[in-house]
């Protein structure tokens, strides 16, 4: 008979520096919430941890609140390039896209990368011309305007980048990111998010993470891949790889940013060098909970 483990879920709406406005974080709260809720009963019901990370990201994407699909924000010529990548911590899977400037749920579309085709990663023209061979839908420039319009955000730092990781009732991990990456960054700029082992990572060996952040920072430590190879080759449980994670972040390249984590037995961690990590999480099927700051904080020696 199969083993049934208790299912994990961990969420987290971005990193930064400038706290949200009281509304604003309650907003974010409400929404980490109900997200957390909804992937946690999906995964009760015995969804995969891959069907729920892709499932959250997607509610995630649609909530103007956040930096990614109908949130993001713009690049220094005002056009919104979206990104994201899922990793399926069993097969070793994941689908990744870039440069998208059409696609509604950046997530759908990398899964649907990683399912059929033998690539990981697509961008730009490729991956719209790919989406619309898929039914992936596609939205104007228009409607990115107007997501990043909402509730103000438009005067905002524009932090946001989404994520999740997940551990299903049958011990598969999952993890999935979107962004529409650094506000104001130079067109054709590709952060953390969409690559596999900088912003996002899963092996079933050892964890899934998500991580938000200055992209960079990111990208020059590997900082997912690390967090999975401390788990998987040093049998650390997540609360201790999450620090040592965090602590290399900063004393290698003063990183700024922070991540969740879900290790193989379910174990949650977040951990962050940034003032802010506004995140969520049910760890081992109990309630949940959710935090503008993560349990662990390391911090960063003044920019
Ligand atoms: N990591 C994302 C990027 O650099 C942005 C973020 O997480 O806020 O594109």
Redesign the pocket.
Known sequence: MAIRHRYSIGIHG??GDRPASPAQAGRIRESLRTTLEEGGARLAAGATALDTVVHCTRLLEDDPLY?AGYGSVPNSAGRFELEACVMDGQPLKAGAVTYVEHIRNPVELARRIMEKTPHVMLAGRGADDFAAANGIATVSQAYFQEGWGKYGRADENG?G?VGAVARDCAGNLAAATS?G??KGKRPGRV???PLVGA?TYADNAGGAVSC????ED?IRTALAAYLGFLIARQGLEAHTAARIAIEYLVTKVNGN?GFVLVDKTGSIAAAQSSAYLHCGWIEHGAEPKTALCAPLRIARAED
């Open positions: 971005g990193a930096n932090y980048t962004t990456g650094q952060g953390d998010s912003g938000t952040g200055w992209g990111f940013g």
